[in-house]
Nanobody, 121 residues
Framework: QVQLVESGGGLVQAGGSLRLSCAAS????????MGWFRQAPGKEREFVAA????????YYADSAKGRFTISRDNAKNTVYLQKNSLKSEDTAVYYC??????????????WGQGTQVTVSS
């Protein structure tokens, strides 16, 4: 069992930055890939970024490339999402998720409760 708790959301002006954190409990954190997703009002949840268990491999949605950076600190059981140059369309609830094995495969078994990010224009 893995429990995930996101933090770092809030209200930010367009062009600003935020860093989201996701703290994980459980001994398997360092052996699984982690992902960030988001869901905007009235829209389906979408993929944002993913990182392999050791941090060497990362994937990004086109909307995140060049602006967002996913990273992890396995000693702290935490994954981060640094978000720069924020736009109003980045407004959403952001979720972190734990994968099934080391490499991002698109399958996630555990999800956090989400953290709201609101970007004002």
């Amino acid at each position: 069992q893995v429990q995930l708790v996101e933090s770092g959301g809030g209200l930010v002006q367009a062009g600003g930055s935020l860093r989201l954190s996701c703290a994980a409990s459980g001994r398997t954190f360092s052996s699984v890939a982690m992902g960030w997703f988001r869901q905007a009002p009235g829209k389906e949840r979408e993929f944002v970024a993913a990182i392999s268990c050791g941090g060497a491999i990362t994937y990004y949605a086109d909307s995140a490339k060049g602006r967002f950076t996913i990273s992890r600190d396995n000693a702290k059981n935490t994954v981060y999402l640094q978000k720069n140059s924020l736009k109003s369309e980045d407004t959403a609830v952001y979720y972190c998720a734990a994968g099934r094995d080391c490499y991002p495969s698109g399958e996630y078994d555990y999800w956090g409760q989400g953290t709201q990010v609101t970007v004002s224009s």
